[in-house]
């Protein structure tokens, strides 16, 4: 069955520094997603994506995310200047038109 | 927006015991899902069911979509179940089919 696949599976980064979490989607699927998770806590959406752009952010998605589809099959979340409270686990999720999300198995940031 | 209400938010079984998970929602729902999340973070898809009821060997889930609420039941529990039981929806007003996860049920499985 085919899968959502993140990399790194773990990323550690200082304090202020740049990151990109990369996915690769199902490759059929149409619709693109990330969603957060802090240890302990539940699950967050940060971001929907469709048809080259943003279709939907939540109030945690400010001007230090952004997301992209740079080459067709991979779609990337970065986070500019990273903080402490960014430490969390990102999962990328996709999904074809009225099915299910298929969800990756998670990169977990550590911000130092 | 739509709001995710589980219970319990944790259980304490003794392995070989029967349990039941409840996730009720505030919203009409296109798609709700059950996930197991494993000790290494990962989400494991249990059941895709915006209504009626499913079974997969051990486990079942049934939605009444009517009454806005889905129930997971774990029959006979191993200590493998062990972990956080997530329920997700996506709201039928919903842009984009986000989906919203509730709390999580911490289940623990005892020997």
């Known amino acids: 069955e085919p899968e959502v696949t993140q990399t790194p599976s773990h990323q550690v980064t200082q304090m202020g520094q740049e990151v990109i979490l990369r996915c690769v989607p199902i490759?059929?699927?149409?619709?693109f997603y990330w969603y957060r998770q802090i240890l302990g806590q539940k699950v967050e959406f940060l971001v929907s994506f469709y048809n080259n752009e943003i279709s939907e952010k939540s109030e945690i998605f400010d001007d230090q995310f952004s997301v992209e589809r740079p080459d067709g099959s991979n779609f990337t979340l970065k986070i500019r200047s990273t903080k402490l409270e960014d430490s969390a686990m990102y999962f990328c999720?996709?999904?074809?038109?009225?099915?299910?999300?298929?969800f990756g198995d998670g990169t977990r940031l550590s911000i130092l | 927006g739509i709001q995710v209400e589980q219970s319990p938010p944790d259980l304490i079984l003794q392995e070989g015991a029967n349990s039941t998970l409840r996730c009720n929602f505030s919203d009409s729902v296109n798609n709700l899902q059950w996930f197991h999340q494993n000790p290494w973070g990962q989400l494991i898809n249990l059941f895709y069911?915006?209504?009626g009821t499913k079974q997969n060997g051990r486990l079942s889930a049934t939605t009444v979509a009517t009454e806005r609420y889905s129930l997971l039941y774990i029959s006979s529990s191993q200590t493998t179940d062990s972990g956080v039981y997530f329920c997700a929806v996506e709201g039928m007003n919903t842009n984009a089919g986000k989906s919203t996860f509730g709390d999580g049920t911490t289940l623990t499985v005892k020997p």
């Open positions: 490759s059929n699927h149409l619709y």
């Open positions: 069911i915006p209504s």
């Open positions: 999720a996709s999904r074809a038109t009225g099915q299910p999300q298929h």
